[in-house]
């Protein structure tokens, strides 16, 4: 069985301010892949980043980067300077190899940025 | 860029309503999938296709049927609506996983389906 944690319902900050979303997952498979979505407003989730389970190097695009730990089973995603565009839903999700394509999703983040 | 369009952004049925939801999508993606989103629930498969006439169950099937006729179309049915299936529909798809390669699902903007 799979499972995405994300334990942060609701984040709220100020413009500028850098902002961390935390994403634990559990999987038996020793190959699995690992993305982050986000849901603006208007309610199409955007893919943003998949990760496979033996690439283990953070990435950084722009503003965001993920740090991606097979230690803790965790893939947090960190936006640096927070603009108000990044108010939306994040969501974790993670595919197994012996899921075939199937993504589990968490139960999503509500990041509002306040000018 | 790939597009994933849903028949409906709203929908309002009654309770005992038979009602179809359509998505189609213009990339030639063997994977579709039909998922629902429910606050503090996040997204939960309820049926996906990897083919033409092929169907398999999500986690969450009760109350919904599936039909895919064509690659490009991929339609999620509620035979007899109920107010408990209230909620926003999603759409995706996605190319077919080769090896260990994974790929990306693509999403449509959403169905919000209020049954009353």
């Known amino acids: 069985a799979q499972k995405v944690t994300q334990a942060q319902t609701e984040i709220s900050v100020v413009e500028k301010e850098d902002v961390t979303l935390d994403c634990v997952y559990e999987?038996?498979?020793?190959?699995?892949?690992l993305f982050w979505y986000k849901q603006p407003p208007s309610g199409e989730l955007v893919f943003l980043i998949r990760?496979?389970?033996?690439?283990?190097q953070n990435e950084i695009s722009g503003r965001y980067s993920w740090n991606f730990q097979k230690s803790t089973s965790s893939f947090n995603f960190t936006i640096t300077a927070s603009q108000v565009v990044d108010s939306a839903v994040y969501f974790c999700a993670l595919s197994g190899l012996n899921s075939g394509s199937r993504l589990t999703f968490g139960e999503g983040t509500q990041l509002t940025v306040n000018p | 860029d790939v597009k994933v369009t849903q028949s409906s952004r709203y929908l309002v049925k009654r309770t005992g309503e038979k009602v179809f939801l359509e998505c189609v999508q213009d990339?030639?993606?063997?994977?579709m999938f039909w998922y629902r989103q429910d606050p503090g629930l996040g997204l939960r498969l309820i049926y996906f296709?990897?083919?033409?006439?092929?169907?398999e169950k999500g986690d969450i099937p009760e109350g919904y049927s599936v039909s895919r006729e064509k690659k490009e179309r991929f339609s999620l049915i509620l035979e007899s609506a109920s107010t408990n299936q209230t909620s926003m529909y999603l759409c995706a798809s996605s190319l077919l996983a080769s090896g260990i390669i994974y790929n990306e699902q693509f999403f449509g903007p959403g169905t919000r389906l209020t049954v009353l």
């Open positions: 990760r496979n389970s033996f690439d283990e």
């Open positions: 999987t038996r498979d020793t190959t699995y892949y």
């Open positions: 296709s990897y083919d033409v006439k092929m169907k």
């Open positions: 990339m030639d993606h063997e994977n």
